[in-house]
């Protein structure tokens, strides 16, 4: 978590994560980050599941303006930009 002058920037990493396999939820209070992947594999003699699973939560100070917040995902990355409400 990086704190600027105007705005914070919140970076994840999630390894072996695709887009689709993050959900992601950003409140008033908090930012939520969820994240699980089942890779199976399967031969003649047995099969084998993997499960990753990922849970974060960030809880944000007041100030913030949740409206403009962006997020992006890029090759395992998670980016949030939550910029400061101005006074």
Same mark, same amino acid.
């Given at each position: 978590i990086s704190h600027r002058d105007n705005k914070i920037e919140v970076e994840i990493k999630l390894p072996g994560m695709e887009k689709g396999d993050v959900k992601l939820n950003i409140?008033?209070?908090?930012?939520? @980050?969820?994240?699980?992947? @089942?890779k199976k594999t399967k031969n003649p003699y047995y099969k084998k599941e993997e499960i990753n699973n990922y849970f974060r939560k960030i809880v944000l100070s007041p100030g913030l303006d949740i409206k403009k917040a962006k997020a992006y995902f890029s090759y395992g990355t998670l980016k949030i930009t939550i910029p400061k409400k101005k006074n």
């Open positions: 409140s008033p209070r908090a930012i939520t @980050v969820q994240a699980g992947k @089942v």
